[in-house]
């Protein structure tokens, strides 16, 4: 059985969900498999892990397995519709497909911690300066910073200001979010489901976001700051939380303590290898 596992380049060293679906089906499955070749017509199993930038047709014998990570508003049913098996982060979009099941966001518990660090930032942010589906990051960071808030961020677009890293990867993307005492999530309701969100969690950091379903599914309002999206109540909220480090440390404990019991990759790829198996005809 030849096997053809696609995978974006991007967030690689930032060992992102899709970082940690490749390396659990390399080592899970016992088999060879073929990372990113070109030839997709002359393998027997296809699987596509997030957006591969590209449109393929399966062959009437071949298999295909598909991770989508995408925004509801985003989502592209074409490989979906030709899978045996479809993982979808949002749970009402994998409602709408008979093989499809709901695979919400993750870490790796094994690279997301909490460090010795002491706190040297009221907030952080890891993520895009500019997003097509949250278009105001850079404006609450700025504003915040006008406000006297001291604020690290990491990520494509970020720089002129001397506490914007750039893009950061590996062991310093871990100290970036324990540099902070809150962890800024500043998505829209219609942006895909954060993995930050649960990278910081892990790293012992608590998190504000704006409220939504999706989020509500994963961490409870005991374990995360919930707000609307507006950047009054974002700046009001986080002046209460910094504030209340009691509370934000209790809030921070509940968050790691449910991200260890529930959204970790162990987590994930234990109830993800039989489903796999099954669609390979493997025992």
């Known amino acids: 059985m030849k096997i053809a596992l696609l995978v974006p380049n991007y967030n690689w060293q930032s060992y992102s969900v899709h970082r940690c679906i490749a390396e659990g089906i390399l080592e899970h499955l016992g088999l060879d498999i073929v990372f990113r070749p070109l030839d997709l017509p002359n393998f027997d199993v296809i699987i596509i892990v997030g ?146 969100l649960i990278q910081a969690s892990l790293c012992g950091r608590a998190s504000i976001t704006s409220v939504s379903r999706p989020k509500l599914k994963l961490l409870s309002h005991d374990e995360v700051f919930y707000t609307d999206d507006s950047f009054e109540n974002y700046y009001d909220n986080i002046k209460l939380i910094l504030n209340d480090k009691a509370k934000l440390m209790s809030v921070a404990l509940k968050a790691r303590k449910r991200c260890l019991k529930d959204h970790t990759s162990t987590v994930r790829l234990k109830w993800l290898m039989p489903k796999i198996r099954k669609v390979l005809g493997l025992k």
């Open 51 to 196: 957006n591969p930038q590209m449109r393929y047709t399966k062959q009437k014998e071949q298999k295909l397995i598909f991770f989508s990570f995408s925004a509801p508003a985003r989502f592209d049913p074409i490989y979906t519709r030709q899978s045996e098996l479809a993982l979808i982060s949002c749970k009402e979009t994998a409602d709408r497909f008979q093989m499809g099941y709901y695979f919400p966001v993750f870490a790796d518990e094994k690279f997301f911690k909490p460090t010795s660090k002491i706190p040297e930032y009221h907030c952080v942010f890891v993520g895009a300066r500019e997003h097509k589906r949250s278009r105001r990051r850079g404006e609450f960071v700025d504003k915040l910073r006008q406000k006297g808030f001291k604020i690290l961020t990491a990520g494509y677009g970020w720089s002129g200001h001397k506490d914007d890293l750039g893009i950061v990867s590996g062991q310093q993307l871990v100290e970036t979010y324990n540099s902070g005492w809150l962890s800024l999530d500043l998505t829209d309701k219609d942006a895909a489901m954060p993995s930050r």
